[in-house]
């Protein structure tokens, strides 16, 4: 297994540019999320989704938007990149909560360094 | 809302000392799971441990340890003997995991953790 995985690894963009960036899990878990990590900020919830079709927004959602067509895929997009996104993404996966087994431990990508000049 | 407080910023030791991490979480509710993750400067999170809060026992894992104390809403990490390779931030995180949809994590702002030979 390959795990998750995330592309690109790194990215500058412009103001104003858009761009996806990728993510993969190959485990078939139904959950999965994106977070994006500031310098002495912990990481944040972006979106997450339950399942294909079925997703919400987290903490952080302005200026960003997710589709999940598939178990595997969830892809973040970023539209009108501002600098404000300067940041690192990772995107996680984990099996889901169930009552008798409780929330699971969620495993992470290797992120995406994200710089907007 | 749920919120993780990791008041220490910034941990120097030697190698060989004891060092330990603490967590302080709040919720409202009495369903939740505790987490601990390390960061390498690899950049990769590694997950180390989860805790349901119904279970208070204390764990051990060679040289990791983990004190969960609901009186005081405390989650602390003990590091015995330290490393170099221990040098790391390490995040605590909390799910309240009530419903599917409240599986996703809450994280802390981190300690960075430095071992110096």
């Known amino acids: 297994n390959a795990g998750v995985t995330q592309t690109p690894k790194f990215r500058i963009l412009k103001i104003g540019q858009s761009m996806t960036l990728q993510c993969t899990q190959d485990?078939?878990?139904?959950?999965m999320y994106w977070y994006r990590q500031d310098p002495g900020m912990g990481l944040k919830l972006i979106y997450y989704?339950?399942?294909?079709?079925?997703?919400d927004k987290g903490e952080v959602p302005n200026g960003y938007n997710v589709s999940r067509s598939t178990t595997e895929d969830f892809p973040l997009r970023l539209e009108l990149a501002a600098p404000s996104q300067t940041s690192v993404y990772f995107c996680a996966s984990s099996y889901p909560y169930l009552r008798r087994q409780g929330a699971y431990e969620q495993y992470f990508g290797p992120g995406t360094r994200l710089t907007v000049t | 809302a749920q919120k993780v407080t990791q008041a220490q910023t910034e941990i120097s030791v030697v190698e060989k000392e004891d060092v330990t991490l603490d967590c302080v979480y709040e919720?409202?509710?009495?369903?939740?799971?505790l987490f601990w993750y390390k960061q390498p400067p690899s950049g990769e999170l590694v997950f180390l441990i989860r805790?349901?809060?119904?279970?208070?026992q204390n764990e051990i894992s060679g040289r990791y340890s983990w004190n969960f104390q609901k009186s005081t809403s405390s989650f602390n990490f003990t590091i015995t003997a330290s490393q170099v390779v221990d040098s790391a931030v390490y995040f605590c995180?909390?799910?309240?995991?009530?419903?599917?949809?409240?599986?996703?994590?809450?994280f802390g702002k981190g300690i960075t953790l430095s071992v110096r030979p």
């Open positions: 995180a909390l799910s309240e995991g009530y419903t599917g949809a409240n599986s996703k994590l809450t």
């Open positions: 989704s339950v399942g294909a079709g079925i997703t």
């Open positions: 485990m078939n878990h139904n959950y």
């Open positions: 919720t409202r509710d009495t369903t939740y799971y």
């Open positions: 805790r349901n809060s119904f279970d208070e």
